[in-house]
């Protein structure tokens, strides 16, 4: 029996989700944009989605404009703060998703815009008194900062971070994206600008997720083409799919409570029994600890012959994590962020272990029935 433990990846989607949408891929296949009743069939879909999705996140249905996922998202926030919103410096960190840190230094590549970027303190924390420095001078700029690693699970404090943005005039996007639905949001009371939205990350399809907008933010579209989403992300929208996100959104709130205590539950049981069976275990940037990301556990396995294939064994095994730094080997770079915060060990091998809602005890003993037999040999 397969063990699925990469949910920080992707998860499965919920049977209520696929339920949602099988409706309107039969019924509702008219082009939004269309003035026939067909078109308004699927239209009404869609912003009663986004109305779904406001209410949950208690912002006004207009701030969120639908996507092809978190990717899509987080460049359109930092074009749009380039663009349209006068921005000369993008303050980010080397540990963000790649879907960051490219697309700031392409614009420092090809324009100029200035790029700067902020240290992490040896627990892989962000620095927030260098981060004060960096926006006490220069231009006008936009800080990046991801609410939770997707690694190693280091969260910053959103409200923190963002009211230092706005004592210095700067604005702010989150990549909200590995904690969208996994903890509550209240865009009303928290001072961020951009916040960025996956739906393959809380049991909704993949394709499809959102960019939310402050309000006074006026942004352009980087797809040219149509004006679908008030003219601000041309392309015919994914209509069953956005209907799949809201699903997936209301199913994860109206449980949140009951899922954050099952999700920890399986964790904390990861964790013991891995200490259990190692004397050298390490968990990287204290990814075990009640403040991180409850849903990843990034883990450094003590040197081990088979260490290079780790990964692969495990999988033999039908146990599915990810690799969170170089195999031994050193046939890969591995992991950016275990090497920028200087968690990068060449004689040992790092795992992701990442936990959803369908995961079960059972399957975590399973788990750590398969570590024992890859790792046979080193002992407690």
């Known amino acids: ?126 620095d927030l008194a260098h981060l004060e420095e960096l926006l006490a001078n220069g231009p006008k700029t936009i800080v990046s900062l991801m609410h939770a690693n997707n690694e190693v699970g280091v969260m910053i404090d959103l409200e923190r971070v963002g009211a230092l943005c706005k004592t210095h005039g700067a604005l702010f996007h989150s990549d909200t994206v590995q ?12 001072p961020v600008d951009f916040i960025t939205c996956a739906g393959h990350k809380f049991h909704g399809p993949k394709g499809v997720g959102f960019l939310y907008v402050a309000p006074g933010l006026k942004i352009t579209s980087v797809i040219a083409g149509g004006g679908q989403e008030r003219s601000m992300r041309g392309g015919t929208e994914n209509v069953h799919s956005i209907v799949g996100l809201a699903k997936a959104m209301e199913l994860a709130f109206s449980e949140l409570e009951e899922h954050q205590e099952h999700i920890r539950g399986l964790k904390r049981r990861m964790v013991e029994g891995l200490r259990a069976r190692f004397a050298d275990i390490r968990f990287n940037a204290d990814s075990d600890k009640d403040d991180r990301l409850y849903t990843v556990l990034n883990v450094s396995f003590p040197p081990h012959p088979k260490s290079g294939m780790a990964l692969f064994l495990l999988d033999l095994e039908g146990v599915c994590c990810s690799s969170g730094s170089a195999c031994s080997s050193g046939a890969t770079l591995g992991s950016h962020v275990l090497r920028t915060l200087g968690f990068h060990d060449p004689t040992r091998v790092s795992l992701r272990f990442s936990f959803g809602r369908y995961n079960t005890e059972a399957e975590i003993d399973r788990a750590l029935e398969a570590v024992d037999r890859v790792f046979a040999g080193v002992t407690a």
């Open 1 to 126: 029996m397969t063990v699925y433990l990469d949910n920080a990846a992707t998860t499965a989607m919920a049977p209520e989700v696929l339920e949602a949408m099988w409706p309107v891929m039969h019924h509702a296949y008219g082009n939004p944009s269309s003035s026939h009743a067909i078109g308004r069939r699927s239209r009404v879909q869609v912003e009663q989605s986004r109305r779904s999705i406001a209410k949950g996140l208690n912002c006004h249905p207009s701030q969120l404009i639908f996507t092809s996922g978190g990717t899509e998202a987080d460049n359109l926030a930092l074009n749009a703060a380039v663009i349209d919103l006068g921005c000369k410096r993008i303050i980010t960190s080397e540990a963000e998703h790649s879907a960051v840190i490219k697309t700031a230094e392409r614009w420092n590549e090809r324009t100029g815009v200035e790029l700067a970027v902020v240290r992490h303190l040896p627990d892989g924390q962000v």
């Open 179 to 190: 904690t969208m639905c996994h903890y509550r949001f209240d865009l009303q009371a928290l």
